[in-house]
């Protein structure tokens, strides 16, 4: 059974500065699909940024990218330029493209982030 | 504009009280699933139904029941078997009959507290 694991409960960062988020998983497969989902005090979940596995380019959304590397099954999130709207919970999934029963998000136990002004 | 709507926003159920949220989407989506967040657990999945009139249990079903009779809607209801109820629900939904896949977009939640 495929896993996601974020083994940074809590992270914290200055605004305006980097940040990046890590992300790993477990799979058999060789072409799924991952995600990254923002959380804010709110609660509305997010979509942040999507990703591939059979497209070797890293996925970007303005401030947001990540580093995607297959062979480790790694998926980090880097922000980039962090801005106080960034504070909230970060959670990484994982889905598999293949068809059947699999059309369920594996879900990590997400990281906290918290920006200082 | 498209999208989940989940009411109420805040539910308070008495005990041995049975109570229904509901999930509504326009986004013409063919899946929906039922969440449940607790603080440090994550999301974990209580139900989902990928076509209408056909639902499979996820990892915590027990005291918790849904149907799909509407594409539009699946409404989850707590009942009484479930012993700890207060939690914050979610609903989401994606599309599945694509090439590629885009995610799941979600409602706003619902927050269920026992008095």
């Known amino acids: 059974a495929q896993t996601v694991t974020q083994s940074q409960p809590e992270m914290s960062v200055q605004e305006a500065e980097t940040v990046t988020l890590s992300c790993t998983y477990d799979t058999s497969e060789s072409d799924y699909y991952l995600f990254w989902y923002k959380q804010p005090p709110s609660r509305q979940m997010i979509l942040v940024i999507r990703q591939e596995a059979y497209k070797q380019q890293n996925a970007t959304e303005n401030r947001f990218s990540v580093n995607f590397q297959k062979a480790a099954k790694s998926f980090s999130l880097k922000i980039s330029d962090s801005q106080l709207g960034d504070a909230a919970m970060y959670f990484c999934a994982y889905r598999s493209a293949s068809a059947g029963n699999n059309r369920k998000l594996i879900w990590g136990l997400g990281t906290s982030l918290a920006v200082n002004p | 504009d498209g999208g989940i709507t989940q009411s109420p926003k805040y539910l308070f159920r008495k005990e041995g009280q049975n109570v229904t949220l509901s999930c509504e989407q326009n986004?013409?989506?063919?899946?929906m699933y039922w969440y449940r967040q607790d603080p440090g657990q994550g999301l974990r999945l209580i139900y989902y139904s990928q076509i209408v009139n056909d639902f499979q249990k996820g990892d915590i079903a027990e005291g918790y029941s849904v149907s799909r009779e509407k594409k539009e809607s699946f409404p989850l209801t707590v009942t009484s078997a479930q012993k700890n109820p207060t939690a914050f629900y979610l609903c989401?939904?994606?599309?599945?009959?694509?090439?590629?896949?885009?995610?799941?977009?979600f409602g706003s939640g619902t927050r269920l507290t026992v008095v």
């Open positions: 989401a939904s994606s599309i599945t009959r694509t090439l590629v896949y885009y995610g799941y977009t």
């Open positions: 986004l013409n989506h063919d899946a």
